[in-house]
């Protein structure tokens, strides 16, 4: 929750200084970003190819594991195809890269500025830090309503850390483990399908 | 698409090597610092967009409408991966 909050606070910053036209806007718009997109890209794969936990935790998983992010994915991906019938303001694809954000709002809203502009960016800002209240207040009743697993769905790519002390909770420890891998197997998943919606 | 995959993939590869390097674990002030400076940028380019900022409304309700309908169709398919693979299991 405070990465969240720390993160919309520079957004808002930004925000006041460029409607205030303290700072020349060029800044944003030049291939500055892009080159900062690709290198905070490097460093998140850094931090996956220096992670031992990781590789010895896949190591010894079972495979049926594997359809609880799969199932995150597929129902995302219906989810907001299905809900873009009802927008006018966004296309099918469009609102399909807004949700396979899975809730990893800093990656995934910073992608969709640079493919599709601004307005879609913070579109995909709100939606996906949504996504994470959404997981975090409502896991208890998720997890009553819909069973073991929906909690770690909702979680989206947030279940390796901002909603993991929560999963634990409602769960169970049991639990911890499957919701590291989901959390893994969907945050991968981010930067590939983004862009690749991105493209239509 | 292409440069995506290479920037995240050569990421892996060099986190591999560096791996024993004691540094290495310092790399997530770095991913921050770089998420700091983005968002920051895509506030500036939201501040100075006269459209975007008069239709703030829209765009937050638009955001947590894309939220809800994704958020549930994955808990749907979850409880459905739950019922026919996991919950006997635990009987």
Redesign the interface.
Same mark, same amino acid.
């Given at each position: 929750m405070k990465?969240a909050l720390?993160?919309i606070a520079?957004?808002?910053?930004?925000?006041?200084?460029?409607?205030?036209?303290a700072?020349p806007?060029w800044?944003?718009?030049s291939d500055f970003?892009l080159y900062?997109?690709?290198?905070?890209?490097?460093?998140?794969?850094?931090?996956?190819?220096?992670?031992?936990t990781l590789r010895r935790t896949i190591a010894r998983m079972q495979p049926?594991i594997l359809?609880?992010p799969?199932?995150?994915?597929?129902?995302?991906?219906?989810?907001?195809f299905?809900?873009?019938f009802?927008?006018d303001?966004?296309s099918a694809t469009e609102?399909m890269a807004?949700?396979s954000g899975?809730g990893y709002y800093?990656?995934s809203?910073?992608f969709i500025?640079q493919y599709k502009g601004?307005?879609l960016?913070?579109?995909?800002?709100?939606?996906?830090v949504?996504?994470e209240i959404?997981?975090l207040l409502m896991a208890p009743l998720?997890f009553k309503a819909?069973?073991?697993?929906?909690p770690?769905?909702?979680g989206?790519a947030t279940t390796m850390d901002t909603t993991l002390p929560v999963i634990s909770r409602v769960c169970g420890r049991d639990w911890i483990f499957v919701a590291m891998l989901h959390g893994f197997a969907v945050d991968l998943s981010v930067?590939?399908l983004v862009?690749?919606l991105c493209?239509f | 698409?292409f440069?995506?995959?290479a920037?995240?993939? /050569?990421?892996?590869?060099? =986190?591999?090597?560096?791996?024993d390097w004691r540094h290495?674990?310092h @790399?997530?002030r770095? %991913?921050?610092l770089?998420?700091?400076?983005?968002?920051?940028?895509?506030?500036?380019?939201? =501040?100075?967009?006269e459209? @975007?900022?008069s239709?703030l409304s829209? %765009? #937050?309700v638009? #955001?947590?409408?894309? *939220?809800? /309908? *994704?958020?549930?169709? *994955?808990?749907? /398919? *979850?409880?459905?991966?739950?019922?026919r693979?996991?919950?006997k299991d635990e009987a």
């Open positions: 990465g720390t993160i520079f957004f808002v910053l930004g925000v006041m200084l460029g409607w205030s036209g700072l806007l800044l944003s718009e970003t900062a997109l690709f290198f905070l890209l490097f460093c998140v794969g850094v931090s996956v190819g220096a992670d031992d049926k359809l609880i799969l199932a995150t994915i597929v129902g995302t991906l219906l989810g907001s299905a809900i873009s009802a927008l303001n966004v609102s807004i949700g899975f800093s990656l809203s910073i500025t601004a307005e960016g913070t579109i995909a800002l709100v939606s996906n949504f996504r959404f997981a998720l819909f069973g073991k697993l929906a770690i769905a909702a989206g930067p590939f862009t690749f493209r | 698409m440069s995506v995959i920037c995240l993939l /050569a990421g892996i590869v060099a =986190g591999h090597l560096l791996r290495v674990r @790399i997530g770095l %991913i921050s770089a998420i700091f400076l983005l968002l920051f940028l895509l506030g500036l380019s939201v =501040g100075g967009n459209a @975007i900022l239709n829209t %765009i #937050g638009t #955001g947590v409408v894309i *939220s809800l /309908a *994704s958020t549930m169709g *994955s808990v749907l /398919a *979850s409880w459905w991966v739950y019922v693979f996991f919950r």
